[in-house]
T-cell receptor, first 116, second 112 residues
Framework: GAVVSQHPSRVICKSGTSVKIECRSL??????MFWYRQFPKQSLMLMATSNEGSKATYEQGVEKDKFLINHASLTLSTLTVTSAHPEDSSFYIC????????????FGQGTRLTVV | SQKIEQNSEALNIQEGKTATLTCNYT??????LQWYRQDPGRGPVFLLLIRENEKEKRKERLKVTFDTTLKQSLFHITASQPADSATYLCAPLKSSASKIIFGSGTRLSIRP
């Protein structure tokens, strides 16, 4: 089946620094990618939707200047958490939808971000 | 505003029994509804999709129903096993281009 690779799986950074998370679709073209964050024992909260070659669409309440999303190619999207703070610590998950098969979305393994 | 609710935060049942999870939605009319499984520390995995014109969909021990009048989907796992223990998420979609927004999730535990 289709594979989405997310990297890194875990990252610890200092407050004030930026962290980049990569999401790659390995064997399909992903015209649309989604970024989620998940707090312990809570469901996934959609942060933004990105389409290849265009600006991401952010959900209400998500700061676009803080969470920079780039979807430069059909197989790669990146999320950069800028000027990270401890409250940004969370589990971030990307998802990709296959251009030719939209009925399901494929998820990365997630990135555990800890800001100290 | 659109709202997606899943019946209970946690559900504990005996191995071998049928687990039934509920997904209710309000303030919109999805044409499709997806169910996913999520294990701790992992991303969700797609299980089933049901369309609005389908009353029921089956896949091995899984069965999903979709009642657009009640605005509800039921997800059943028959002959449940401890390996079925996970969080299950529903995601109603208006169209094939819709963003995927999940319900609150139900944490299912199957005890031996």
């Amino acid at each position: 089946g289709a594979v989405v690779s997310q990297h890194p799986s875990r990252v610890i950074c200092k407050s004030g620094t930026s962290v980049k998370i990569e999401c790659r679709s390995l064997d399909f073209q992903a015209t649309t990618m989604f970024w989620y964050r998940q707090f312990p024992k809570q469901s996934l909260m959609l942060m933004a939707t990105s389409n290849e070659g265009s600006k991401a669409t952010y959900e209400q309440g998500v700061e676009k200047d803080k969470f920079l999303i780039n979807h430069a190619s059909l197989t790669l999207s990146t999320l950069t958490v800028t000027s990270a703070h401890p409250e940004d610590s969370s589990f971030y998950i990307c998802s990709a939808r296959d251009k030719g098969q939209w009925t399901e979305a494929f998820f990365g393994q997630g990135t555990r971000l800890t800001v100290v | 505003s659109q709202k997606i609710e899943q019946n209970s935060e946690a559900l504990n049942i005996q191995e071998g029994k049928t687990a039934t999870l509920t997904c209710n939605y309000t303030n919109y009319s999805p044409a499709y509804l997806q169910w996913y499984r999520q294990d701790p520390g992992r991303g969700p995995v797609f299980l089933l999709l049901i369309r609005e014109n389908e009353k029921e969909k089956r896949k091995e021990r899984l069965k999903v129903t979709f009642d657009t009048t009640l605005k509800q989907s039921l997800f059943h796992i028959t002959a449940s096993q401890p390996a079925d223990s996970a969080t299950y998420l529903c995601a109603p979609l208006k169209s094939s281009a819709s963003k995927i927004i999940f319900g609150s999730g139900t944490r299912l535990s199957i005890r031996p």
